[in-house]
């Protein structure tokens, strides 16, 4: 099991040095686990040729194994020894097992790759590139770019969140202490500006007050005799 860095109480640096550390170790897990499928590679090829003897189509060995029809087709035309022969029930329980690991092998992958895309944030927050992590990792870099721009579209809209709330709320922007009459009415008209400005920046639209009738006594009074 592989623990997440940046634990509380520690500088910048050392969180740093433990991301690195985590994703060393996601590099050295995916090496196994290529390891391991390359290994079993050959075991599927050779089943495939099986079915493909057994009179099993191509579509079919495909289907059943979960590999694409060109990949089946390629490792078809290539084949360049003899084939021990099965029977077709026997070839196809054979393939549904392949199909089986490579779901299991499938959701393994989504798993590494999840864990590595855990410590986004945290690689950014200290400061390492998305091309540090993709060399770290093993990953692909446009594969890196493309989960660094998805983190920072997350950010930028809580930040985005964060600043129309605080503008409509009026918290982030309180007068400063100590301001004669004519700096204090200065920075109302100022602060109303940015206000603006930041809601025009989002396309939105300060509040308006709505215009409500107004209140005549004379007038209710006139009603409440008449209810009488």
Same mark, same amino acid.
């Given at each position: 099991?592989i623990?997440k860095?940046?634990?509380?109480?520690?500088?910048?640096? $050392?969180?740093a040095?433990?991301?690195?550390?985590?994703?060393?170790?996601?590099? %050295?897990?995916?090496?196994?686990?290529?390891a391991?499928?390359?290994?079993?590679?050959?075991?599927? %090829?050779?089943?495939?040729? $099986?079915?493909?003897?057994?009179?099993?189509?191509?579509?079919?060995?495909?289907?059943?194994?979960?590999?694409?029809?060109?990949?089946?087709?390629?490792?078809?035309?290539?084949?360049?020894v003899?084939?021990?022969?099965?029977?077709?029930?026997?070839?196809?329980?054979?393939?549904?097992?392949?199909?089986?690991?490579?779901?299991?092998?499938?959701?393994?992958?989504?798993?590494?790759?999840?864990?590595?895309?855990?410590?986004?944030?945290?690689?950014?927050?200290?400061?390492?590139?998305?091309?540090?992590?993709?060399?770290?990792?093993?990953?692909?870099?446009?594969?890196?770019?493309?989960?660094?721009?998805?983190? %920072?579209?997350?950010?930028?809209?809580?930040?985005?969140?964060?600043?129309?709330?605080?503008?409509?709320?009026?918290k982030?922007?309180?007068?400063?202490? $100590?301001?004669?009459?004519v700096?204090?009415?200065q920075?109302?008209?100022?602060?109303?500006?940015?206000?603006?400005?930041?809601?025009?920046?989002?396309g939105?639209?300060p509040?308006?007050?709505?215009?409500?009738p107004?209140f005549?006594?004379?007038?209710?009074? %006139?009603?409440?005799?008449?209810?009488?």
């Amino acid at each position: 099991m592989i623990k997440k860095p940046g634990l509380p109480r520690k500088t910048p640096e $050392e969180v740093a040095s433990e991301v690195r550390v985590f994703l060393t170790r996601i590099q %050295r897990r995916r090496k196994r686990f290529r390891a391991a499928d390359e290994k079993h590679l050959r075991e599927v %090829r050779k089943r495939v040729l $099986e079915a493909v003897w057994a009179g099993i189509g191509h579509e079919d060995v495909a289907k059943s194994s979960g590999y694409a029809l060109k990949t089946v087709s390629k490792w078809v035309a290539r084949c360049r020894v003899a084939v021990q022969e099965v029977e077709i029930d026997t070839a196809r329980e054979r393939l549904s097992i392949i199909h089986a690991r490579r779901n299991r092998m499938a959701a393994e992958e989504l798993r590494i790759s999840t864990k590595a895309r855990s410590v986004i944030r945290k690689a950014m927050g200290v400061g390492i590139p998305a091309t540090e992590f993709a060399e770290i990792t093993g990953y692909e870099l446009s594969t890196v770019e493309r989960w660094f721009a998805s983190t %920072r579209r997350v950010l930028l809209q809580a930040h985005r969140r964060w600043e129309i709330a605080s503008v409509r709320r009026g918290k982030a922007n309180r007068p400063p202490q $100590e301001l004669s009459p004519v700096e204090y009415d200065q920075w109302l008209v100022q602060d109303d500006q940015r206000r603006k400005s930041m809601l025009r920046k989002y396309g939105l639209q300060p509040r308006r007050r709505r215009n409500l009738p107004r209140f005549n006594s004379a007038r209710w009074r %006139r009603r409440q005799k008449r209810g009488r």
